[in-house]
């Protein structure tokens, strides 16, 4: 297959709706599993952590469950995490940040380089604006 017809199929698969859910399952899934490494957490030791069964835990991880936000929140919250859903532009490429304790909001961005912080208001990059953040904080 050329070059030329697999970017048009890729553009084609991903204008569906199911490409989406999929790479949804996929994201939570593997932000759980990163998570659950994190805290030496096992499958097992989730499901007894949750009352489940280890199948079901294996079924979620599999991306083979169609879980409810109330599951995922669930999820997420056993193994120290928090759930995040986000709806952008379908044309916006979007990416995350995670800022730790331990070290500010500008710390991180300064870290990637290709982000100037202004003390003032707003966080500028090449591909997106954050606005009101101030004194080093994420903005609500």
Not at 25 to 46: H, V
Not at 114 to 130: H, L, P, T, V, W
Request: with cysteine.
């Amino acid at each position: 297959m050329s070059i030329k017809k697999w970017k048009s199929l890729k553009e084609k698969i991903r204008k569906s709706e199911g490409y989406w859910v999929e790479k949804s399952k996929l994201d939570f899934t593997g932000a759980l599993f990163a998570q659950m490494k994190s805290k030496g957490m096992t499958k097992s030791a989730l499901a007894r952590k949750l009352g489940l069964s280890a199948p079901y835990i294996s079924r979620v991880m599999a991306g083979d469950e169609n879980l409810t936000i109330e599951s995922m929140v669930k999820l997420a919250s056993s193994v120290g995490g928090r759930l995040h859903i986000h709806i952008s532009d379908q044309h916006n490429k979007v990416d995350w940040i995670e800022c730790t304790p331990s070290g500010g909001f500008k710390e991180v961005m300064t870290h990637f380089g290709q982000y100037e912080f202004d003390e003032g208001k707003s966080i500028y990059s090449q591909r997106a604006r954050i606005s009101g953040a101030s004194n080093g904080d994420v903005p609500a």
